[in-house]
């Protein structure tokens, strides 16, 4: 009875140690001058909005500066998750770049030699958190889901298969996630895994249908670790649960961009500007490549400028 006394007294006096959040955003390769400009813009919109928070999680931003991080340096940002994080604590990766498929494996593109989505997902498995959340953005992105779908894990994919190989712009609206205060829909400032997906699915959506475009890309979500993700998730395929209780950004009550006009007003026009981006890409093979070129130049300078104005 003395020794279940003396333990109950040590146990009352030992300070719980609240979770920790770690996030860990990697940027690919971009390929082309007009992907680094945007691949960084939306590393650094999801790292300011991080930084905003209340709680300051952990953030470690690889290859966003660099043109895109290597294979050595993705592992090596992995390792130190897995030395620091607890199984108590909340490890998210985000992908941003681009991907492929052969029909077999799903590679995400980095400077150097890729990394295979059998091979994430073993390095990903040293990390002890038990609740993880995988995000990737990339063309070809469905096809890394078998492979990286984990108990305790939210995969979202922003392709339902490796076929849809076409550059996303889901990568885009799932960053204004983090910035938009409209994704908290329970208006409880507090945006989860779900919301976040189903923001940047709707946004996405409506981009495709506002361009009147064929769209090239179907994001998917799977949180119960096997099986293969699904574009709605609910309660008639049992996904979602997870996600939804799995809370990426607390906004707090100085967070929601919404709340500032002139802040507001820029991330319109930097969505703006990523359309105006995008409609000129479409038109590639029709314009003279020194107009393109010229075009293309004056976009991607107003759109540094523009994220640079959001992010002081």
Do not use: C
Not at 235 to 243: D, F, K, S, T
């Amino acid at each position: 009875m003395k020794i279940i006394m003396a333990l109950a007294f040590l146990l009352a006096m030992t300070p719980l140690v609240p979770a920790r959040s770690a996030y860990l955003i990697v940027v690919g390769h971009p390929g082309e001058d007009d992907y680094k400009v945007r691949f960084q813009g939306w590393a650094q919109q999801i790292e300011n909005a991080l930084a905003d928070s209340p709680e300051k999680p952990q953030v470690k931003t690889v290859g966003a500066t660099t043109g895109g991080a290597t294979l050595a340096e993705l592992e090596t940002a992995i390792n130190e998750a897995a030395k620091t994080a607890g199984a108590d604590d909340i490890f998210v990766l985000i992908l941003i770049g681009h991907g492929t498929f052969d029909g077999t494996d799903y590679k995400f593109n980095l400077k150097g030699p890729d990394i295979r989505s059998a091979q994430l997902a073993v390095m990903l498995d040293r990390i002890q958190s038990t609740r993880q959340l995988v995000v990737n953005t990339t063309a070809a992105s469905g096809g890394a889901m078998p492979a990286l779908v984990k108990p305790h894990r939210v995969v979202i994919a922003a392709t339902r298969t490796g076929t849809q190989k076409n550059a996303t712009v889901f990568a885009r609206y799932f960053a204004d996630a983090f910035s938009d205060a409209s994704a908290d829909t329970d208006k409880n400032e507090t945006i989860t895994a779900l919301e976040a997906y189903v923001y940047a699915a709707r946004r996405t959506k409506e981009y495709y249908d506002q361009e009147k475009r064929i769209v090239t890309e179907q994001s998917v979500l799977n949180d119960i670790g096997s099986g293969v993700g699904v574009r709605d998730p609910g309660a008639n395929n049992g996904q979602g649960l997870l996600a939804a209780s799995f809370p990426m950004l607390r906004l707090g009550s100085t967070a929601a961009a919404a709340a500032n006009p002139e802040k507001a007003a820029l991330l319109k026009r930097k969505e703006l500007l990523e359309q105006q981006i995008d409609r000129l890409k479409y038109q590639k093979e029709s314009l003279p490549p020194l107009d393109y070129r010229r075009q293309m130049n004056a976009l991607l300078l107003t759109l540094a400028q523009t994220q640079a104005q959001i992010d002081q």
